[in-house]
């Protein structure tokens, strides 16, 4: 499983799918949401926009990605 370190609470599903190399813009998720192959906390989900927060998975066929939050830097 790949660990997906993101800015902020959240992000919205089309941009983790772009930011972890699963598609290479926001058509192909537009496309790929709509096949019904991606699946997020094991539920199908076709909104581009869905909102993921740190914990949540996504899985696309064999590749599955955890929405985790970015590193704190350290004092």
């Known amino acids: 499983m790949q660990e997906?370190?993101?800015r902020g609470d959240t992000i919205r599903l089309g941009q983790l799918l772009?930011?972890?190399g699963v598609v290479g813009s926001g058509g192909d998720a537009r496309e790929l949401l709509a096949s019904g192959e991606v699946l997020?906390?094991?539920?199908?989900?076709e909104r581009r926009g869905r909102q993921l927060h740190p914990?949540?998975?996504v899985a696309v066929g064999d590749?599955?990605?955890?929405v985790g939050p970015q590193p704190r830097p350290e004092h």
Do not use: T, W
């Open 18 to 20: 772009k930011l972890a």
């Open 55 to 57: 914990g949540d998975v």
């Open 4 to 6: 997906v370190e993101i």
């Open 40 to 45: 997020v906390n094991g539920q199908p989900e």
């Open 63 to 66: 590749v599955s990605l955890r």
